[in-house]
């Protein structure tokens, strides 16, 4: 289906510090991991990438950037070292950079049906909601969360459930493309540091918290903190964790994570803003999804004129705030998150289908609020974040039907925020999303079909008298029949690509994933 | 990844006058027809089905009528002999029904993963514009297809270029379950001819509409009829030549296709309103799908009051009419169309796509008409009917955010539409859309994938020691965690599913395709 070029790029001597194997997710293999990694460190083999590279601007959404026969160095820590635009013959890059004389050298396959694009970075997803993908009936949030989701977060107090599920939602979205992803796990301790322990195995770039949710009145007494201290202690005991396995969280990183406003009380609120105060370490939580929502905000917090002033009391408003969804959100709330520096996570799958709203993503990019995309599993039914930007693309359009044609965003806006957006709500902007010299090697490599036309003209008897009928030749779902643009074999990647199109994943120049 | 049960269900001794090979559209496998069915006759042996069977009940679109361990015998005809919902034990249905004793039996994986549903019915589809699915920027339908559309359906001028595109659109749709597709064609007859040879040699269920399109102000030059009779006389060319391979149009049947009201003149609207009188051949065409549009026919036909009149005055609103989309319909519109009894094709993909608006579909099953769906490829980017019904349940939820809630659609009725709607839609309510004995057996084998658990519950020591990371075990998108009732595993079906789920599919009695 691919070629991997002339050597294989999993470097045969990678070393990582208490072991661990590079997990190649292959259908049909189990890969059992005899001890995790407890200090994350990755040593790669350089490695010369050669063959198409598109990405966005990275100041500059509407566009993207398209390199052919380009190359990529990338050295043992996966950082990218040189991009050669016009890399025709590898002796000569080569010569240029004498350093990657011993690397190993991955071409795509020519012919212009593969390209190299970054990883995708999922701003939000509730890992422990996996199983209950596309299982939402015609809820809406308030009632989805007792019915459907509460229930299911509560299984994780088996750690023998969590491996289950969290060992399917990571292996899934790797195989999706996502190289990045912001989890919010459950309430429970063990399995949360055992989510931070198998996304550092797979080696998933991602943020992991432990959700916090201690208010009697709102949550049910089957599934919350027993106090405000609960919340802060048990969510110190996950970082004490993933301090442990990923010191320097170059791979995995704690999150503060209360559930949303109506979830915690005050005295919660108040402590995790300190703890983010504290220990700067980034934030998620919702913010306006739902009228029904919004109205329980106000109920529970009348002092406040806002959803996002309850928030910024707390001191949770900060540039490393993670706010999902922001759909109904008023001027004066966007102002307030755009001075705060706070990020958007922009969750359309989701939105559709919890009938939450179609967000103004334009109106907040217009008002210089920071968006990515992200699944909300199980809200959303989708862990692709493929689907999140095909979804971005025609929410878009619903909202331009009552708010104007300048709503509507365009597939390249839309894998701006997949990638370019993304990073800079996890506040990584400067390491992945693109490829630039000095970032991170996070990419994934993308392959198309290539229609074959069967034979010349046919005469008039032919066309009565023979038929030659063929099949789809492969399993990929896009179909390329060679007059296409490459914005076109990108915008039919959108619309119609799957998993099948991701051919290979890579996170800090460690190969991740292979459909091989 | 399936059984084939006892024995294959292919008949080694299928007769098919002048056909050769069954074509099993195997990946990576080209099938070559070295003839074409002329004459279309189908013989099949008798076969016998167990497993689970699901289909909507035919007048409660709000269900879904599950029966397990079931059987279902079909005749050499491919039509439905018996149901029985009762069948453990394969002997005692042979007992009860002697005439089976030879059958063949093809019994579906238990274990509650796979299921019998009925083949999908594509009430909107053009063929030629197959090759652009996904590429349509940020255009509406005017500009959409003067940019995009006319200049790729005028390139099947080539029946070399036709081949290549129906070939693979037709193996396309059915590898995603559509049993029966009613398609537009081009203006050209041989092409046209070729895309009807090819549906009789896939053995896909169709209607075949040679496009008309007669008016020299709204057509571009290079791409439309010289007059109102070129119309007449290529369309007759065409009902020709499908009579010829399909006498009794058992499986292919023309359809009469004025593009939509703006492309044709009014003497062309009035000879093929006569030409629908005299033949009573079914006839599709567009309604009400872009604000722009209907202000175009206001002003091209400023003597009747609205759109839907003008194809009720010129014959052309009859039982056998389909209507494409049906957005902005006024009362009065649906009104009249429901006591012509036309039927309306709800394209959701498409009206996304190209923002088009959100269809009243509640509105107008509350007004008694019927409905069905269509994937309006190109103008949706998906050949999926599953695709269709994802975004049915989608749009409908946009159109509650400013109609109300009872506007939602289910995945219930959203699968209702595209079986028995769709059905009633072309008008073969009696023979396709689901179980009942004498139907004929039209129907795809679906299969999703069981996440195996990994062992029993971890020692603490083993949480932190000893993680097991599981990859996806197959290609299947769709994860069961084993505690899903059957309404569950037809959700998470519709909303991750595609082509990998349907594992075969069959027309007829006729097995058409399969992934193994």
Redesign the interface.
């Known amino acids: 289906m691919f070629s991997f070029g002339i050597r294989n790029s999993i470097p045969k001597s990678a070393i990582f510090r208490r072991l661990v194997a590079c ?1 190649c ?12 990694s ?1 200090k994350y460190k990755v040593v790669n083999t350089p490695t010369v990438y050669f063959g198409t590279f598109i990405h966005s601007y990275c100041d500059d959404p509407s566009k993207l950037d398209v390199c052919e026969e380009g190359a990529i160095g990338v050295n043992s820590d996966g950082v990218i070292e040189f991009v050669e635009r016009h890399a025709k013959d590898a002796a000569t890059v080569i010569e240029k950079h004498p350093e990657f004389k011993t690397a190993e050298f991955f071409q795509a396959k020519p012919g212009g049906t593969q390209f190299f694009f970054p990883g995708f970075i999922d701003t939000h997803i509730h890992a422990p909601q ?2 209950n ?6 809820s809406t949030l308030l009632d989805w969360l007792t019915k459907y989701t509460f229930p299911r977060e509560a299984s994780l107090s ?3 459930v969590a ?3 969290y ?2 939602c ?3 979205t790797l ?1 999706h493309g996502t190289t990045t992803a912001a989890y919010y796990a459950t309430i429970h301790v ?1 399995a949360t ?2 989510l931070a ?2 996304c550092s ?2 080696g998933q770039r991602a943020f992991v918290g432990r959700v916090c949710m201690d208010h009697k009145d709102i949550n049910p007494d089957y599934y919350r903190d027993e106090s405000a201290d609960e919340s802060i202690t048990n969510t110190c005991l996950c970082i004490d964790h993933i301090k442990k396995i990923d010191p320097n969280y170059e791979l995995v990183s704690p999150i503060i994570t209360p559930r949303f406003a109506p979830s915690c009380t005050t005295e919660a609120l108040e402590k995790l803003g300190k703890l983010v105060k504290e220990t700067g370490l980034p934030c998620q939580t919702h913010i306006s999804e739902n009228r029904n929502e919004i109205q329980l905000v106000k109920k529970l917090f009348p002092e406040y004129d806002s959803y996002a002033e309850v928030y910024d009391a707390f001191g949770l408003l900060t540039p490393k705030m993670i706010l999902g969804h922001a759909i109904h959100l008023s001027k004066k709330e966007m102002d307030l998150i755009k001075s705060r520096d706070a990020k958007v996570s922009h969750c359309p799958v989701s939105n ?2 919890l ?1 939450s ?2 967000a103004k993503v334009r109106w907040l990019m217009n008002g210089g609020v920071t968006v990515g995309l992200g699944t909300d599993v199980s809200g959303g ?2 862990p692709s974040i493929l689907e999140a930007v095909r979804a971005t693309t ?2 878009s ?2 909202v ?3 708010d104007g ?1 300048e709503c ?1 965003l ?1 597939v390249e806006e839309s894998l701006y925020l997949a990638t370019r957006g993304g990073a800079k709500v996890v506040n990584l902007e400067n390491k992945i999303g693109g490829f630039e010299v000095g970032m991170e090697w996070d990419a994934q490599l993308i392959g198309l079909e290539l ?1 074959e ?6 005469t ?1 008897e032919e ?13 990929g ?3 390329v ?1 060679g ?2 643009s490459w914005d ?1 074999k990108v ?6 690509g ?3 199109n991701t051919l290979a994943v890579w996170v800090q120049g460690r190969k991740v994933w292979s459909r091989e």
């Not at 915008?491 to 119609?496: L, Q």
């Open positions: 997990p997710f292959l259908p049909n293999r189990t890969i059992t991991m005899a001890a995790v407890r996996y199983p993908a596309g299982v939402f009936g015609s088996s750690l023998s491996r289950t599920i060992s399917r990571v292996a899934r195989s063990p540091n055992l322990d198998i195995a797979a559709s289908a009938t709203g179609g039914y989708s025609l929410v359009r619903h331009a039907l009552s044609d509507k365009s229609v036309t069967t034979g010349g003209e046919p008039e066309v009565v008298d023979k038929v030659v009928f063929e099949g789809p030749k492969s399993a779902p896009v179909d029949f007059w296409e076109d915008a039919k990647w959108v619309y119609n799957d998993d099948r």
